[in-house]
Structures are given as structure tokens and as C-alpha cells.
């Protein structure tokens, strides 16, 4: 089940939040358990069991943590946890992506199972990563409340595709919570535009680009369309779903911290990951990089360092060579304004430094969204001209035609100006921002309704 279906918005989510609002206080977090195992168990009932038994493996290691009484029996508490948890993530994520690799190097002939890919596995496994470890740092109480903890692990708003949400953060709102009525309502307002980002932006946008995409002799100017029109979609798609999470947990009475932040307007590759699903760059920052020394170590080290998380970052988001390349290149980004152009980048004009930055993750993108090495190679060839069907053409000056508007209101939605104005419009003028999230609302389910294009990018990791 995804948050943009009919039956999510409709069915699923109106009796959650009715069961949940009207619950004692202390079943509170066994409804939304059981409404999270529901949640999962649509898309992924195969699974479910193995999403509960990370739940207990994680559960019993960290009362294992609590009752260990020398340090070496914490580490090798917390080694063996670390080790099963990395160890399932890696069986059912990299285990095809491995036999394949080794069968082709070695001319192998390692059996593949074919295994899919346990909806949101990166996403729970590394909340619960981060638990342990910061019980083992002694940050964090281990919970004693199976249901609790449980509730922690499975929440379905951000079950499948983040934020990351570390333990330590909403704790005591585990404990206890409330959502007044105004909460309520500017959760759902959240949710609305979260939605209305996914299907009516980033669904029209991944059409565009799946269209130039397929385009026969791309011209150089449809190769920049067709770039432009995914990269705008991937945020939207992302960034969307998380709107809806973090407006859903605000209906659910918890905070969850934000996980973009005008990532587009950055005006380095730095500012960018610190803008871009702000929760995975601090789970390895927190858990990964400064742990290895961060940047507090010789140069040559944190070349290795930033080396080591970014080849960890592309892994995590899939099994696949093309994921291992764009962490590289982002590493090999960081590598260089940190140790090279960094300063010179500084005394650019803010602009030009925007458009720069844009430029280079606008290439990354095409990295990412490519597993064929061919494909990719092609496509970046088209933007600087080697292979182009020429500078423009017809695909292009209609496509442009088509679907200008559409470009140039989501390019002004990358900035804080709309949100902004939304957000003065509903304390100033509340009756007219209560029609215009209602339209919005219409008009999602409307697409829904009569379309059939409505793909979530991020679903897969």
C-alpha cells in the first residue's frame, strides 16, 4: 500500500486515525501497531514476519545491552547485533547483485533465488541500528515494552521510505502524546500538500521524462529537458511522501524532524546533502563518518573517510553498479570542494553558485536513475552533444510547449516563496487556505482516479 492510492487516503488512513484518536491512552500504541502490520502485510505479507523479527532480535539486544555489566561483553553484544542486522539487509538487498556480479567476473555459477526486495528493509533496519548503538553508547534507555519498541520499528508513516526517525527523538512521545484538533489540522494540511506534490507534480514530471527518455535521436536541448523533468520529479516523489509521514505523525501526536530542505537552492554539493533527505546524511554522519574520524584526521585519511561513506551511501540505495558510481561521484564532489575548490566556490555569486551545483547533481541524477552503463553513457554524451540528434528539435520545442507551465510552477515550488505565502495565507485568510487544500484533495483524486501513471521512486530502497 502506498500513501498515494485511493484506498491509503480513503479507507486505510480515516480509520487509523479514528481508532487511534478514540483508544485509551495506553492501547494507543498497540492500535497503531496493529494498523502498522496491517500497513505492511498489503504490499508485503511474505515479509511481515521478517519485519517482526528484526523487531525482536533488536528488542532482546537491547535489554542484553542493559544487563551486560563489562565492556567487553557490550561489544560483543552489540558486534553481534550489528552483524545480524547488516547481515539480513545484505542477504535479501545485495545477495542477487553479488551472485551476479561474481557469476559474471568468474563465470560462477552461484544459484540466484530471485529474492524481491522486502519493502522498506533499509529504512527499518537502520532505525533499529541506530538504537543499539545508542544504547551501547549509553545515549539512549533500552525500552522495555515489547509494544512500544515494536510501535518504534513498524510505524507505518514512515515505515517504507523514511525519515529515518532515531529512537531517542520521539521517546517520550512513545510514552505519551496528545494532537489537539489544531495539530490534527495542520497535519492534514501537510498530508494534502505532500499528496498533491507526489500525484499532481511528480507524476506529470516522470511522464515528461520517461518521454524524452524514449525520444529517438535526442537533441542536446530535449537531453537537458528530459534531465531537468527527473530531477524535479525524484524531489517532488521524495519529498512529497515525506511531507505526508511528517503530517501524519503530526495526527498521530508525534514530531518528526524535517528530511529536505530546499535541497535545489544549495549553492555547493556540501549544502546539498545537508539539504537532501536530511536523515540518512545524519545517520551516517552520526553512525559512519564520525565514527571513522569524520574530518578531524589528516587529509589523506579523510579522503578515505568521505571515500567509505559514500560508497556506503550509493550501496544503500540499491543493488546495483550504477549506486556504487554515484557514490563515487558524489565522492569524488566532496573530495574536491573540500580540498581543492572549496574556497574559490565561496567567492562565487550566489547564482552562479546554485546554478553549478544544480548543473552537477542534475548528472548525478542521470547516474542514479540508470542501471544500463550504455543508457547512461548515451544520455550524458546527448547533453554536451556527442550523439545528439542535434542542438534542438522537434521533440524538444514541443515538449516545451506542453509542458512549460508545469516546469516553471514546479522550478518556483523547489523554493520557500510558495510555501511561504501558504503558510501566511492560512493564519491570515483560514477559510480560503481551507478551500484551496479541499481543491487540492479533489484534484488528486480525480488523477487517481483516472490515471494509472503513479510510480513512488524511493519504494524500492
Known amino acids: 500500500m502506498v500513501f498515494s492510492s485511493l484506498h491509503f487516503l480513503y479507507i486505510f488512513l480515516p480509520l487509523v486515525m479514528l481508532a487511534h484518536r478514540f483508544a485509551p491512552r495506553h492501547w494507543r500504541n498497540g492500535v497503531l501497531l496493529a494498523a502498522s502490520v496491517w500497513f505492511y502485510a498489503w504490499g508485503e505479507p511474505v515479509y511481515v514476519g521478517l519485519m517482526l523479527f528484526s523487531v525482536a532480535w533488536n528488542y532482546l539486544t537491547g535489554l542484553q545491552l542493559a544487563a551486560a555489566a563489562r565492556p567487553s561483553r557490550k561489544k560483543r553484544v552489540l558486534a553481534g547485533a550489528v552483524a545480524v542486522n547488516l547481515a539480513v539487509l545484505g542477504f535479501f538487498k545485495y545477495y542477487g547483485f553479488l551472485v551476479q556480479t561474481l557469476n559474471g567476473a568468474l563465470g560462477l555459477r552461484l544459484p540466484d533465488y530471485n529474492l524481491p526486495l522486502p519493502i522498506g528493509i533499509s529504512f527499518y533496519t537502520f532505525q533499529a541500528l541506530s538504537y543499539i548503538i545508542d544504547v551501547y553508547r549509553g545515549t539512549t534507555k533500552p525500552q522495555r515494552s515489547l509494544v512500544d519498541f515494536a510501535t518504534y520499528i513498524t510505524m507505518f508513516p514512515q515505515l517504507v521510505a523514511g525519515p529515518i526517525v532515531k529512537y531517542a527523538d520521539i521517546e517520550a512521545q512513545l510514552q505519551k502524546r496528545s494532537a489537539s484538533l489544531a495539530q490534527v489540522g495542520q497535519g492534514l494540511e501537510r498530508v494534502i500538500l505532500g499528496l498533491s506534490k507526489k500525484v499532481l507534480l511528480a507524476n506529470n514530471l516522470g511522464l515528461l521524462a520517461d518521454t524524452m527518455r524514449a525520444a529517438p535521436g535526442l537533441s542536446v536541448l530535449s537531453a537537458w529537458l528530459g534531465a531537468a523533468a527527473y530531477t524535479l520529479q525524484i524531489y517532488f516523489d521524495f ?32 549544502e546539498f546533502w545537508r539539504r537532501w533527505h536530511i536523515s540518512l546524511s545524519g545517520w551516517f554522519r552520526d553512525y559512519v563518518y564520525i565514527p571513522l574520524g569524520g574530518n578531524r584526521v589528516g587529509a589523506g585519511r579523510h579522503i578515505l573517510n568521505l571515500l567509505a561513506v559514500w560508497l556506503l551511501t550509493g550501496l544503500w540505495h540499491g543493488a546495483s553498479w550504477n549506486f556504487v558510481v554515484w557514490g563515487l561521484y558524489y565522492a569524488l564532489l566532496l573530495i574536491a570542494e573540500k580540498h581543492i575548490t572549496g574556497k574559490a566556490l565561496g567567492r562565487l555569486p550566489a547564482g552562479l553558485a546554485r546554478a553549478i551545483t544544480l548543473v552537477l547533481v542534475t548528472v548525478g541524477w542521470i547516474i542514479f536513475s540508470n542501471t544500463d552503463f550504455a543508457a547512461m553513457g548515451r544520455y550524458l554524451g546527448c547533453l554536451v552533444g556527442v550523439g545528439a540528434g542535434g542542438f534542438a528539435d522537434r521533440t524538444f520545442l514541443y515538449a516545451l510547449r506542453s509542458h512549460g507551465l508545469l516546469l516553471a510552477f514546479a522550478a518556483l515550488c523547489c523554493g520557500p516563496g510558495l510555501r511561504q505565502w501558504q503558510l501566511r495565507l492560512t493564519g491570515k485568510l483560514p477559510a480560503v487556505a481551507l478551500a484551496v487544500f479541499a481543491g487540492l484533495l479533489v484534484a488528486c483524486t480525480a488523477y487517481l482516479v483516472q490515471g494509472s501513471y503513479n510510480p513512488f521512486l524511493y519504494f524500492r530502497f
Open 239 to 270: 519529498s512529497g511522501y515525506s511531507d505526508m509521514a511528517i503530517g501524519m505523525g503530526r495526527m498521530l501526536g508525534f514530531s518528526f524532524a524535517e528530511n529536505f530542505d530546499y535541497p535545489y537552492r544549495a549553492r555547493s554539493v556540501t
